[in-house]
């Protein structure tokens, strides 16, 4: 693998663990730490004398700051060591595009004040937009990694059934994370004690909450049926490892969700949750770019007899 493969891996790690502790901040209702101000902390560089909500808040600015930094220097070593129009660069510009979009929502959400006690029905777009923007993030740092380390690029166009299916399966995932934001939302605000602020709007997305997990379950059997179907018209290892291996996880985070909603989920199980997520959709993504890169399987001509 080259430096430049491994440097895409780890920016693709280190992103992870920023966007588990961007949960942190919420389940925890850290989000106006550094009150309404954004890119300032209270209005001030370096917050003095914080509390241990600016601490948690600031610290996730100072750690999405540097995988902003990391998003940026991946973008400027590919123009260096990749040529012109190879697929290594485009995949790092539309992630520094997305790393640019995933800070605005960010700001976003502290300027508009959607954050902490916040009971609204525009928090709730504003947290499902976020994890939208996140998923998008997270599939071109992975793909840059995947190409960087050999991937094959592959068409978008004369896919037919099999470019709907991986479309198909990468967009119910999407749903499902969206419809997770709505959930864990509502979990915080029970959490916090601050349904009864706003009463009509906490109801509704405590009502809310049950649509996540029906849809993860829905949606397992279109996982189990297409990724088996997927693999065995485009057959490779990688795409039976990964296709495999994503519905084994895919069946335990099921059981996980269960667990979280006994548990009444507190925060340990809520980044433990998101980081089985985030371990999925890299793996579907990655096993999307396999299929949609490898030659259908030719079928044997009849025999006449
Ligand atoms: C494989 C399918 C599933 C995926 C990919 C998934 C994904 C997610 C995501 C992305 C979140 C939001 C996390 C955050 O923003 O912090 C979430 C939250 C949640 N999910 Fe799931 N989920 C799945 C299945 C389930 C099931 C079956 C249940 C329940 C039976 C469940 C229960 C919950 C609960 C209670 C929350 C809110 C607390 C938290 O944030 O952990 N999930 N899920």
Same mark, same amino acid.
């Given at each position: 693998m080259t430096r430049f493969a491994k440097f895409a891996w780890l920016t693709l790690g280190y992103n992870v663990l920023v966007i588990l502790w961007g949960a942190f901040v919420r389940a925890t209702g850290s989000g106006a730490g550094c009150g309404s101000h954004w890119p300032t902390c209270n209005g001030q560089i370096i917050p003095r004398d914080p509390s241990v909500e600016t601490l948690i808040e600031f610290s996730h600015r100072l750690t999405s700051g540097l995988a902003f930094l990391l998003v940026l220097a991946m973008l400027i070593w590919a123009f260096r060591a990749y /040529?012109?129009?190879h697929i290594v660069r485009l995949g790092a510009v539309l992630s520094t595009f997305f790393m640019i979009t995933e800070a605005l929502v960010g700001a %976003?959400?502290?300027?508009?004040? $959607? @954050? =902490?006690?916040? @009971?609204?029905? +525009? $928090? +709730?777009?504003?947290?499902a937009a976020? #994890? #939208?923007n996140t998923f998008i993030l997270l599939l071109f740092i992975t793909?840059? =990694?995947?190409?960087?380390?050999g991937g094959a690029?592959? /068409? &978008?166009?004369?896919?037919?059934?099999?470019?709907a299916a991986t479309l198909g399966a990468l967009f119910l995932m999407t749903l499902i994370g969206m419809s997770g934001a709505v959930t864990a939302l509502g979990d915080t605000l029970l959490h916090l004690d601050v349904i009864h602020t706003n009463p009509v709007v906490g109801e509704t997305l405590l009502a809310l909450r049950i649509y996540h997990p029906t849809l993860a @379950?829905?949606? +397992?059997f279109y996982m189990l049926v297409v990724l088996t179907? #997927?693999? #065995?018209?485009?057959p490779s290892p990688t795409a039976f490892r990964l296709g495999i291996g994503f519905n084994l996880l895919y069946v =335990?985070?099921?059981? &996980? %969700?269960? &667990?979280n909603v006994w548990l009444k989920a507190p925060v340990w199980m809520q980044l433990v949750h998101l980081l089985i997520t985030d371990i999925l959709w890299i793996m579907l993504v990655i096993f999307c770019a396999t299929i949609l890169a490898t030659r259908p399987q030719e079928k044997p001509a009849p025999v006449r007899v």
């Open positions: /040529p012109r129009k %976003g959400l502290v300027l508009f004040e $959607r @954050v =902490a006690t916040d @009971v609204s029905y +525009a $928090r +709730a777009v504003w947290m976020h #994890l #939208l793909l840059t =990694a995947w190409w960087a380390s690029r592959f /068409p &978008l166009r004369g896919q037919g059934w099999t470019g @379950v829905g949606i +397992a179907r #997927l693999m #065995l018209d485009r =335990a985070q099921l059981g &996980l %969700g269960l &667990l």
